[in-house]
């Protein structure tokens, strides 16, 4: 039988931090709203393309497993955010790296993208299909983000993160899987202004106007990452006690704390990243296992429970089962370009091409965006 081992792994986090108090110089919100609600307190705004803290994180994932480039068979490049939509990002990745034997597949289901991605490179290694795949977590939100919008704002960061996965006799990586869509209720996290639909429609791309129902997002986030950690763990034999650690999607500490709950896995084995990076979408999973990983939180052999939901909505929860490697084999020197601004400076950059009549974005975008509701 072959199984797919986890062999390497890397994060690349831009280093403009966005705190709660540089929120509040242009929206009305306040720290005590945003840490109380969600538990964060700063987020990371990415001075680079998203293709360019890719190819960062995933040489280092590569130098973690000693693994040379040229030997990767897949890129899966996990995401909403994309530099363009043709040519893909797993391409820009692929050539970045000098992984020239590598197929390159972009995966969107959302926050869930990385996690999606994870079980599809484990499924292509474990039927046979490749031997060694990169598997990528990372957002650039900033750029789209609708900072007129204080329900959606305030919640969201720019980060990214890559596991290898490796061909392996040893009974370790992913082994288990729930993947799911609560597609009824696709509406509720929308993000108008992206494809077909606003073609020829005087909409520019960082134009957006989200939809977003929170408290709906929230009641069946909790739901489906709950129910789906229940069966992933029922499905394998495996007890909640013999959990060792939960990384969750980071959107909100209290999604986190009640799908802990409704698991039966206590706090202390749950890592969670929400306060100094915010909701990163596809990022938040593997930069919390890197986390782990680099503070000795992952011991070898330990079971692992990843629970994610994101737009679509997607959910998920996956069973990982650690192998007995948890240090890196070898380190990388790749590194993101300095970065001369601040997150505050690139933020109000977006938001004045996003208005650059100084009026309030929501009016200016919302007649263009009304006409804009087909196939509902
Ligand atoms: O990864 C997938 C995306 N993530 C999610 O979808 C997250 C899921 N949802 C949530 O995390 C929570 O629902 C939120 C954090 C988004 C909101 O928390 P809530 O406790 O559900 O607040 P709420 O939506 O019920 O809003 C309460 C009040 C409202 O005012 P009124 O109507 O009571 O006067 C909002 O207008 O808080 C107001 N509010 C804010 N106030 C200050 C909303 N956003 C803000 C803000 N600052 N940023």
């Known amino acids: 039988m072959t199984y797919a081992a986890i062999t390497g792994w890397g994060s690349c986090m831009p280093p403009a931090v966005l705190t709660n108090e540089d929120l509040s110089t242009f929206l009305d919100t306040n720290d005590e709203w945003i840490s109380s609600r969600t538990g964060m307190k700063e987020r990371r705004v990415s001075h680079v393309s998203a293709i360019e803290m890719s190819t960062v994180a995933a040489k280092r994932a590569l130098a973690c497993a000693g693994l040379d480039p040229a030997d990767l068979d897949l890129v899966i490049y996990g995401g909403v955010s994309n530099d363009e939509l043709c040519p893909n990002s797993a391409s820009g990745v692929q050539l970045a790296l000098g992984a020239t034997k590598a197929a390159a597949i972009d995966l969107n289901t959302a926050c869930t993208s990385f996690c999606y991605g994870l079980a599809t490179a484990t499924a292509m290694i474990r039927t046979g299909m490749v031997r060694n795949a990169v598997v990528i977590g990372v957002e650039l939100i900033s750029r789209y983000m609708d900072w007129s919008n204080r329900n959606v704002a305030v919640l969201f960061g720019d980060g990214s993160a890559a596991v290898v996965l490796q061909a392996s006799d040893h009974e370790e990586g992913m082994l288990g899987s729930v993947l799911g869509c609560d597609a009824e209720a696709r509406q509720t996290l929308r993000v108008r202004g992206f494809g077909c639909t606003y073609a020829g429609r005087d909409i520019s791309f960082g134009d957006t106007l989200w939809d977003f129902d929170g408290q709906q997002i929230f009641k069946r986030a909790v739901n489906a990452m709950a129910a789906a950690s229940v069966k992933v763990l029922a499905d394998h034999g495996v007890s909640a ?120 974005l929501a009016g200016l975008m919302a007649p263009r965006f009304a006409e804009t509701r087909p196939g509902e």
């Not at 799908?259 to 979408?281: C, D, F, R």
């Not at 330990?302 to 007995?324: E, Q």
């Not at 970065?339 to 690139?346: F, R, Y």
């Open 241 to 360: 006690e013999e959990v060792s650690l939960v990384i969750p999607h980071q959107a909100n500490l209290r999604i986190i704390e009640s799908v802990a709950k409704y698991a039966g896995i206590p706090m202390e084995k749950v890592i969670v990243t929400v306060q100094k990076y915010g909701n990163m979408s596809a990022a938040t999973v593997p930069v919390a296992l890197v986390e782990a990983l680099e503070t000795g939180r992952v011991k070898p052999g330990s079971w692992i429970l990843m629970p994610a939901f994101g737009g679509g909505l997607t959910y998920c929860s996956l069973l990982v089962k650690w192998g007995s490697r948890v240090t890196p084999l070898g380190t990388s020197d790749a590194a993101l370009p300095p970065c001369n601004e601040t997150a505050l400076d690139m933020v109000n950059r977006v938001r004045a091409n996003q208005d650059p009549h100084g009026r309030s």
